[in-house]
């Protein structure tokens, strides 16, 4: 069965990447706001972003900021956004220099 209809959803990417992980096993615990579990990891989409729980509130407050297009405070909000990033990432070892090979496109890190 086929859809014939104007989609209206806004981010039709997060949307295919939640089927992925519904089709990968993850349930829906939640439908608004959406919220999933998948692998003992619970999850929630805001500000149309796919965040891992519990969010800190410094970056739920940040992203906030960013999705309603406060511009006295964007500067100060990717810190934030950032400084979470750069916590995230800090267990995992740091990519010195990735490129794109031509062949399959396919990240070469050395």
């Known amino acids: 069965m086929s859809y014939n209809g104007n989609d209206r ?43 891992c729980e519990p969010t800190p509130q410094e970056l739920d407050e940040a992203l906030g900021l960013l999705a309603r297009g406060d511009s006295e405070r964007q500067s100060e909000a990717l810190k934030i956004c950032l400084k979470q990033l750069e916590a995230a990432l800090a267990p995992y070892p740091p990519f010195h220099s990735a490129r794109l090979t031509r062949r399959g496109n396919t990240a070469a890190i050395g």
Do not use: C, D
């Open 9 to 51: 959803r806004k981010y039709p990417s997060l949307r295919k990447h939640v089927e992925a992980l519904l089709n990968a096993g993850a349930t829906i615990t939640k439908r608004e706001p959406l919220q999933l579990l998948f692998k003992g990891q619970e999850m929630g989409v805001r500000h149309g972003i796919l965040l």
